[in-house]
């Protein structure tokens, strides 16, 4: 009888999903794997595009769902809701008895799923650790980097910070980032009638014409200046005269500043030439950007589907504040001439060539092996050798 392993995967927001759904296929697919999928926080929540309902769609089983959501959309409201999930979380993974939990990327819900798991001696898988950013995504990332046991980076270059972190070589698997495997494995031509399919509200689109995506998420560290922030972007895309397919923020502190900043420019301009949605599933996410003019906000889904795909992207303000990223970004302020004119520029350039940064598109497969096989222990020490170290404390004597 062939041991299966059981690996707890904690899906909290649409952009978790995507990020993480060719893992989910892959460890299905193993008989040496037993997959326990965790849905909680914005990805239970209509508002938030209801993300649980695509997940039972693409045929996945819910082991359990966690709702801890404090509502409010503030940093007190933020902190509350880390907390709330690590309580219920930390119920779950007793009842359910993972091996290994697999938490995704940077943001809230990552840090109270690698504090449970790992206060409670259970291994803490890790993907995207490594990277750059901007807000408080940056200190959440590098926190759970300390708290876990494997760590899967989405590129080369995180992969060796992730070893200058002082993390142990052979537990740093550089394979890509997940989310390029949908996008390298379906037909990526946009359905004619997938404006329709989901909705929405505004003004029509017609996919035969051509289109814009916008996706900008609060800024935690800057919050209170998210309604002017989104302000200038809407003014910017108003002014285009082109179609404009805008997504929903996310739950981070100060998104009711930017969906109040969206509600009142809808209701008071009823503009022409755009139209809002709260989410689409993973591949039609995909099939979106492939066939848009440029993505314009501050998701990181510019600069990685992004890159991966050679399509223009316009990214706004510091979200995305030193992230790695190809030939297809161009950088603007919170302004709306600057962020025009980069859209006008990026548009008339056209596709770049794509850019595999972020992978190839075999991170699911790699991840679920590694999942499998590879040996895991609690027991952490930083992997510094002493001349590391010396070497580090002479330089820093020396600035």
Request: include cysteine; proline fraction near 4%.
């Amino acid at each position: 009888m062939i041991y299966q392993r059981k690996v707890c995967i904690v899906v909290n927001s649409r952009a978790n999903y995507g990020r993480i759904k060719s893992v989910l296929s892959a460890i299905k697919q193993r008989d040496d794997l037993e997959l326990q999928l965790v849905v909680g926080a914005s990805a239970l929540l209509h508002r938030f595009g209801n993300v649980r309902e695509f997940i039972e769609r693409d045929g996945f089983e819910i082991s359990a769902t966690v709702y801890s959501i404090v509502e409010g959309e503030t940093p007190t409201t933020m902190a509350k809701s880390t907390g709330m999930a690590i309580m219920e979380l930390a119920t779950l993974f007793e009842n359910l008895k993972p091996d290994i939990v697999l938490t995704v990327a940077d943001r809230f819900e990552t840090i109270a799923t690698a504090i449970a798991a790992s206060y409670m001696n259970i291994p803490v898988a890790h993907t995207q650790g490594g990277e750059v950013t901007g807000s408080i995504d940056e200190s959440v990332r590098h926190a759970v980097t300390k708290l876990s046991h494997i760590h899967f980076p989405a590129t080369e270059l995180a992969a060796d910070y992730l070893v200058r972190m002082g993390e142990d070589p052979t537990t740093v698997h550089w394979t890509g980032c997940p989310a390029m495997d949908v996008v390298g494995s379906i037909d990526l031509s946009l359905p004619t009638d997938l404006f329709e399919i989901y909705g929405g509200v505004g003004a029509y689109i017609d996919p035969k014409a051509p289109y814009l995506v916008v996706l900008q998420h609060p800024v935690t560290t800057e919050y209170g200046r998210g309604f002017d922030q989104i302000s200038e972007t809407l003014e910017a895309i108003a002014a285009l005269n082109i179609q404009a397919v805008w997504l929903w923020p996310n739950v981070d502190a100060g998104s009711d500043d930017v969906s109040k900043g969206l509600r009142v420019f809808r209701e008071r301009r009823r503009p022409a030439n755009i139209h809002f949605y709260r989410n689409f599933a993973v591949e039609d996410y995909a099939r979106l950007i492939n066939n848009a003019q440029c993505i314009v906000g501050n998701s990181s889904s510019g600069l990685r589907e992004g890159a991966f795909l050679g399509v223009p992207a316009v990214n706004i303000g510091t979200r995305q504040q030193g992230r790695e990223h190809g030939e297809n970004i161009v950088h603007v302020d919170h302004d709306r001439d600057q962020i025009r004119q980069a859209v006008e520029i990026q548009m008339n350039h056209g596709r770049f060539a794509p850019s595999k940064i972020f992978g190839s598109g075999d991170a699911g497969l790699r991840i679920a092996e590694l999942l499998a096989k590879q040996p895991v222990s609690v027991q952490k020490k930083l992997h510094y050798t002493f001349s590391d170290c010396g070497k580090g404390l002479h330089e820093a004597s020396s600035v």
